[in-house]
């Protein structure tokens, strides 16, 4: 073959190819650039979801660890609120059976051992913000009092407490119980 044959071949229009063929490849090759190019960001979108999908696994599963956690422990708080006011008066259990045990036949030393067992009482439950209420002599509220009665008095205006039946008593700020009372006219 000779020189001229050779660069007929190699021109496009020798190989039956015209120019626009020609710019149709160019653009069918820029297309598969374009194709890998977005090949390449499907890839990277792909992995970039996987690992947002993973993080959201894993902050479902630690939420719900949470859960779990928050509702055992209020379990535990239920279950054991009053383990503390239980140890405190557990002593005052021990001295009432010692007071119980004791063998004597003198009524009055039995007295003065119960009332000391009564004041480690009371001071046990003021110890967990516990206290008796002071009704006599109080106008009368029904946010700490329970009338059973009303009586005349000379003594107390009416609507005041005039002798307390059972003692009321608060828990910090809160009426535990109101105290039974009698209510002057």
């Known amino acids: 073959m000779n020189q001229e044959q050779k660069q007929m071949e190699e021109t496009p229009e020798a190989n039956g190819e015209t120019p626009e063929t020609t710019e149709q490849q160019n653009a069918d090759l820029n297309d598969t650039r374009s194709r890998e190019e977005l090949l390449a960001e499907v890839t990277r979108l792909t992995a970039e979801m996987q690992e947002l999908q993973n993080r959201l696994l894993r902050s479902t599963a630690d939420f719900d660890n949470f859960r779990k956690r928050a509702r055992q422990e209020k379990e535990d708080l239920s279950n054991y609120a009053t383990l503390r006011l239980v140890q405190e008066i557990l002593p005052v259990v021990d001295n009432f059976q010692l007071a119980l045990a004791a063998e004597t ?81």
């Open 105 to 185: 036949s003198d009524a009055e030393s039995l007295k003065k051992g119960v009332e000391m067992v009564f004041r480690q009482f009371e001071s046990t439950l003021e110890r967990e913000g516990v206290v008796a209420m002071n009704a006599v002599g109080q106008p009368f509220d029904p946010n700490f009092h329970e009338a059973v009665m009303q009586v005349e008095s000379d003594e107390y205006a009416p609507g005041t407490v005039v002798e307390e039946l059972r003692k009321g008593y608060l828990l910090h700020d809160k009426v535990v119980r109101p105290a039974m009372v009698k209510v002057s006219r």
